[in-house]
C-alpha cells in the first residue's frame, strides 16, 4: 500500500518556469515520504536532464530490491560492463558462458508491459538441462 501524496504545484502554461510536482508527489508516495522529504527535482533544476539527474542521485539513497525479474547493468570480471537477470536482489540468469554474474550492480531497468494483452505469449521454461 502506498501513502498518497497530492501535488502543490501545477504547471503554468503562461509562465513556462514554473513546474507541477507531480514527480515529487509520486516519489513520495512511492517511498512512503512527506513531500517536503523529497526535492523538487524540476522546479529546482529549470532544465529537464538536470531534473533527472536530481532524481537518479536522490534514488541511490534508496535501496529497494523489486521481486520481479529485472535488468541488471554493472562491471564484470572482464573488465567491461555487463547485463544480467536479476530478482529480489540476487543473480538468476548471467547470458555470459562463465556464469561469473556482476562485480556491482550500477542501474537496474524494469521491463513493464503496457499492454499486456499485446504481448507475444511467453516462451516455456527450458527443461532440458
Same mark, same amino acid.
Given at each position: 500500500?502506498? =501513502? ?12 513556462? =518556469?514554473? /513546474?507541477?510536482?507531480?514527480? %515529487? ?7 512512503? #515520504?512527506? #513531500?517536503?522529504?523529497?526535492? +523538487?527535482?524540476?522546479? $529546482? /533544476?529549470? $532544465? ?32 567491461? &560492463? /555487463? ?9 538468476? /540468469? +548471467? ?19 503496457? +499492454?499486456?494483452?499485446?504481448? &507475444?505469449? %511467453?516462451?516455456? $521454461?527450458?527443461?532440458?538441462?
Amino acid at each position: 500500500m502506498i =501513502t498518497k501524496i497530492k501535488q502543490t504545484k501545477f504547471y503554468n502554461p503562461d509562465d513556462k =518556469t514554473v /513546474h507541477g510536482n507531480c514527480m %515529487q508527489a509520486a516519489v513520495a508516495s512511492i517511498l512512503g #515520504l512527506q #513531500l517536503d522529504d523529497v526535492p +523538487d527535482f524540476f522546479n $529546482e /533544476h529549470q $532544465e529537464a536532464p538536470d531534473g533527472w539527474h536530481a532524481f537518479y542521485d536522490f534514488k541511490k539513497d534508496y535501496q529497494f530490491h523489486p521481486d520481479v525479474y529485472y535488468l541488471a547493468y554493472g562491471d564484470s570480471a572482464r573488465g567491461c &560492463r /555487463h547485463a544480467c537477470v536479476y530478482r529480489g536482489g540476487e543473480l538468476v /540468469h +548471467d547470458p555470459h558462458p562463465s556464469n561469473a554474474g556482476l562485480l556491482n550492480v550500477i542501474y537496474i531497468h524494469i521491463l513493464c508491459a503496457i +499492454d499486456p494483452s499485446a504481448m &507475444r505469449s %511467453q516462451p516455456s $521454461e527450458d527443461t532440458s538441462s
